[in-house]
């Protein structure tokens, strides 16, 4: 005798046993029965995309506007001073000011160090955020058969592994917070075992984060504790 599953479906004794038998071998936990030895199971991987999706870049709108502006503004009134002294006009009093303290002032000054060293940073900053992606908030996905690429929200990731762990019997509350490389769960139980719940915890996140199709599984840092006694 079958259960009908949907239109059109039907689920087999047999096929039912099959598959939880599969399931069960593809999630069993190897978890010590003391929470000194226990080590986080690692996530479930799905190699269906072609490991090649990289970070996505950002635009540096932030940056690149204060460097045109500040850019142009030097631009403008270096312009403007050169075409007042063209007009026998005198100079601009910071640009008279300025060549006499290139022309007097040692190197060793202090104020010629500080702000040397200003520039320097400045110049150093801005060639990293040339040559790194950022968007660190954007986990990249995997691409599918049409090419697209997509990104998911960190924050998003952790919102949905959170509601993850709160369906774990045991679980009162849980805090997620998902790093580029890593998700950290914080997890209170108020009843059953602590290894119990956190077995299953690692079960349903490692399923879980297997489900959010990520171009690179996150690993799965996951801790249990009793919830603080009041008074």
């Known amino acids: 005798m079958s259960e009908p599953v949907g239109e059109g479906t039907e689920r087999t004794p047999e096929a039912s046993g099959a598959h939880g038998a599969v399931r069960a071998d593809l999630l069993e936990l190897d978890q010590s029965a003391s929470a000194a030895r226990y080590e986080p199971r690692p996530t479930l991987e799905r190699d269906d ?5 990289r970070r996505f870049w950002s635009w ?6 204060v460097v045109a502006a500040v850019l142009l503004g030097a631009a403008a009134l270096t312009l403007y001073d050169v075409a007042a002294v063209r007009a026998d006009h005198p100079a601009m009093y910071w640009r008279r000011w300025l060549a006499d303290q290139l022309a007097t002032d040692p190197l060793d000054n202090t104020w010629v160090l500080v702000g040397s060293g200003v520039a320097a940073v400045v110049g150093l900053w801005l060639i990293v955020l040339a040559l790194t992606p950022g968007l660190r908030q954007v986990l990249p996905m995997r691409r599918g058969p049409t090419r697209v690429r997509a990104g998911l929200d960190r924050d998003a990731a952790a919102l949905t592994l959170r509601d993850r762990a709160l369906e774990v019997s045991g679980v009162q509350s849980v805090r997620v917070r998902a790093r580029r490389t890593k998700v950290r769960v914080r997890a209170v139980s108020h009843f059953r075992e602590l290894d119990d719940v956190r077995a299953d915890l690692d079960t349903a996140l490692a399923v879980g984060i297997g489900d959010l199709g990520l171009a690179k599984p996150l690993a799965l840092s996951v801790h249990v504790r009793r919830p603080t006694k009041k008074g």
């Open 49 to 53: 995309g072609d490991g090649k999706t």
């Open 60 to 65: 540096r709108r932030i940056p690149a506007a």
